[in-house]
């Protein structure tokens, strides 16, 4: 009687801790290993390159009915006229950007985690700017280099010609040559 009591009191705890080491078939301790745990668990898919022509769904040069088909666009607002033809657009994720004349010119990324494809974000600094991009001029308000081996160019705030050198980049700009519609 005692053997079994001695038993049985072994099998529940083995029950209760996973089971016993060596059975085969035991799913209780296959489900509890930690790996099984790391495979339930989703990775969030990768941002968007910010550029080379757009970010997301959204393309420099496409139609504002084509940007709006895509879902990204929440916002539509005409600037009055000022500059002719120019308008701003808010995506539903947050960023923003200009059309000129129903073609959308500029994505303007509002500090929202993002990257070019040579790894520039915000919090680079201007000499991580200029390594990746050695066309980069620096402007009174903001800065500019030509996306490698497209029509368009990146736009970078908080590094300007009189910024000091440890100034970092605030906000990205993707922008086309139809761009007129800001600073």
């Given at each position: 009687m005692r053997i079994n009591r001695a038993v049985?009191?072994?099998?529940?705890?083995?029950?209760?801790?996973?089971?016993?080491?060596?059975?085969?078939?035991?799913?209780?301790?296959?489900?509890?290993?930690?790996n099984s745990v790391a495979s339930s668990t989703t990775v969030a898919p990768p941002l968007p390159d910010f550029g080379p022509l757009g970010y997301g769904k959204i393309r420099l040069g496409m139609s504002v009915t084509?940007?709006?088909?895509?879902?990204?666009?929440a916002k539509l607002?005409?600037?009055?006229?000022?500059?002719?033809?120019?308008?701003?657009?808010?995506a539903a994720a947050g960023w923003s950007g200009f059309y000129n004349q129903g073609e959308i010119v500029a994505i303007t990324h509002n500090k929202l985690p993002a990257h070019t494809p040579e790894g520039i974000t915000v919090g680079s600094t201007l000499e991580q700017v200029r390594t990746a991009y050695p066309t980069l001029k620096l402007g009174?308000?903001?800065?500019?280099?030509?996306?490698?081996?497209?029509?368009?160019?990146?736009?970078?705030?908080?590094i300007r010609s009189e910024s000091p050198p440890e100034a970092k980049v605030t906000q990205m700009l993707l922008y086309n040559d139809k761009d007129t519609c800001h600073n």
């Open positions: 049985m009191t072994f099998v529940v705890l083995a029950t209760a801790l996973g089971g016993a080491g060596g059975c085969s078939g035991d799913t209780v301790a296959e489900s509890a290993t930690p084509d940007a709006k088909a895509t879902g990204e666009i607002e005409d600037m009055g006229g000022d500059p002719p033809g120019c308008g701003r657009y808010t009174h308000n903001w800065s500019s280099a030509d996306v490698p081996g497209h029509p368009a160019h990146y736009g970078f705030l908080g």
